[in-house]
């Protein structure tokens, strides 16, 4: 996966629609964002976690779980976001864009996918979400939810707390001493390294294989199969009983 485009318009310190392309121009990928304090480099961070998460993006990092505490709430936290003198202009919408290419979805061939998230500071009552696959609107992200499109095909949150962090977050990852931070960490490196992908296929296909055993089976292997299934019941039954027995 491969970001080609950000777009931030009237978010926070970006006034106006501003366009970050990030192009892969002869084998250089490499973008570094830097600048002096208070020029928008973590607001440029924010924008495209906020713009794939939404009021989820506070499970993304804790941050932004305080900032939204300290303000009373994602609802005004997220009103906040409305770039001041847009708002003095009376233009109340922003939104965020990104444009993705290189996204390997199952059976859903493409070559671009653009997220988009916009609000309206004084007539949304919530945000609007757009999934579009090569200028169209994504059926699947429709039928599923777009956001759970994106946490689905796109980026998992755990994944997005390694991918959506600053140089001061390195710090605070060798710093990891409590038991939920090292479990939160773990199941991190789970998505990234992709074992959860494979715990899980791996379950669906064991599934798909008692599955198929089952239906495939004589009349008189899925009576003695209901005989075997109704004596563990049973037996369960019983070592319930006897457990209970010893306990008194």
Not at 82 to 92: I, Q, S, T, V
Not at 128 to 138: A, C, K, N, R, T
């Amino acid at each position: 996966m491969i970001i080609k485009e950000i777009e931030l318009h009237n978010f926070r310190i970006y006034k106006g629609t501003n366009i970050i392309e990030l192009k892969n121009d002869k084998g250089k990928n490499i973008y570094v964002v830097s600048g002096r304090n208070g020029f928008g480099k973590t607001t440029f961070l924010m924008s495209m976690v906020w713009c794939l998460y939404g009021k989820n993006m506070q499970e993304v990092d804790d941050l932004y779980k305080k900032e939204i505490v300290d303000q009373g709430g994602y609802s005004k936290y997220i009103v906040n976001s409305l770039n001041r003198l847009a708002k003095a202009e009376d233009d109340y919408n922003f939104r965020v864009s990104i444009t993705f290419t290189n996204v390997n979805i199952p059976e859903v061939p493409c070559n671009e996918i653009v997220v988009k998230r916009s609000y309206n500071a004084k007539t949304s009552v919530a945000e609007d979400v757009e999934v579009l696959i090569d200028g169209y609107p994504s059926e699947l992200a429709k039928e599923v939810g777009q956001e759970i499109f994106i946490r689905e095909f796109i980026m998992p949150i755990e994944i997005a707390k390694f991918f959506f962090f600053d140089a001061e977050k390195i710090v605070s990852l060798a710093e990891v001493n409590t038991a939920e931070q090292r479990k939160n960490l773990s199941r991190a490196y789970s998505e990234v390294l992709g074992i959860k992908k494979y715990e899980d296929i791996k379950k669906e296909l064991e599934g798909l294989q008692i599955s198929l055993r089952q239906d495939s089976a004589s009349a008189k292997e899925k009576g003695e199969l209901k005989k075997l299934e109704a004596d563990v019941e049973a037996f369960e039954i019983k070592i319930e009983d006897n457990q209970r027995g010893l306990e008194n």
